[in-house]
Antibody, heavy 121, light 107 residues
Framework: EVQLVESGGGLVQPGGSLRLSCAASGFTFSSYAMSWVRQAPGKGLEWVSA????????YYADSVKGRFTISRDNSKNTLYLQMNSLRAEDTAVYYC??????????????WGQGTLVTVSS | DIQLTQSPSFLSASVGDRVTITCRAS??????LAWYQQKPGKAPKLLIY???TLQSGVPSRFSGSGSGTEFTLTISSLQPEDFATYYC?????????FGPGTKVDIK
């Protein structure tokens, strides 16, 4: 059974940093691209970032480029999102997500339960 | 970046109704479109990928069509468990944008 468990969310002041983690199990982690998607309270889904299975290719939304860094440790089956220079508008539930297909970046077929990040003074 | 619009943004329907949601892309995306369903407090669920391919385990009352810039999600006979918000997502080019969502509510 595929499981994605996020951690690391919480309250942070504007300008601060936070690192999210996502522990994956139930599939060959290194074979799949992974993504982060966020959802501000009461709002729609926003794609944030994606990373290839090897970690060699990364992609970002314009809204987070230069501030967020996606990475993965395939030996630990863990996905990360390092978030720096946080702003109030980054407040959201952050979902870790697995791509549907092996060896390419595609749509998402599994999602974690989400972790809430609140940026406020 | 490719922008997606969805219409309607809100839809009130009854059990048994046929429901159609449209997603339009700001430029051609071939068939690189997925549809998701999200219920309150839950993570989204993949319904359709490649514009018209039903994800495993999804009821056959859901169907998708379209290519290029215009796509539709159809629910042939709305069931109580289908009341939710539906999002399209383009996977033609980065960033992989989502549409703003269509909320399907009970009439």
């Amino acid at each position: 059974e595929v499981q994605l468990v996020e951690s690391g969310g919480g309250l942070v002041q504007p300008g601060g940093s936070l690192r999210l983690s996502c522990a994956a199990s139930g599939f060959t982690f290194s074979s799949y691209a992974m993504s982060w998607v966020r959802q501000a309270p009461g709002k729609g889904l926003e794609w944030v970032s994606a990373i290839s299975g090897s970690g060699g290719s990364t992609y970002y939304a314009d809204s987070v480029k230069g501030r967020f860094t996606i990475s993965r440790d395939n030996s630990k089956n863990t996905l990360y999102l390092q978030m720096n220079s946080l702003r109030a508008e980054d407040t959201a539930v952050y979902y870790c997500a697995k791509d549907r297909e092996v060896a390419t970046i595609t749509e998402i077929d599994y999602w974690g339960q989400g972790t809430l990040v609140t940026v406020s003074s | 970046d490719i922008q997606l619009t969805q219409s309607p943004s809100f839809l009130s329907a009854s059990v048994g109704d046929r429901v159609t949601i449209t997603c339009r892309a700001s430029q051609g995306i071939s068939s690189y479109l997925a549809w998701y369903q999200q219920k309150p407090g839950k993570a989204p669920k993949l319904l359709i990928y490649a514009a018209s391919t039903l994800q495993s385990g999804v009821p056959s009352r859901f169907s998708g069509s379209g290519s290029g810039t215009e796509f539709t999600l159809t629910i042939s006979s709305l069931q109580p468990e289908d009341f939710a918000t539906y999002y399209c997502q383009q996977l033609n080019s980065y960033p992989f944008t989502f549409g703003p969502g269509t909320k399907v509510d009970i009439k």
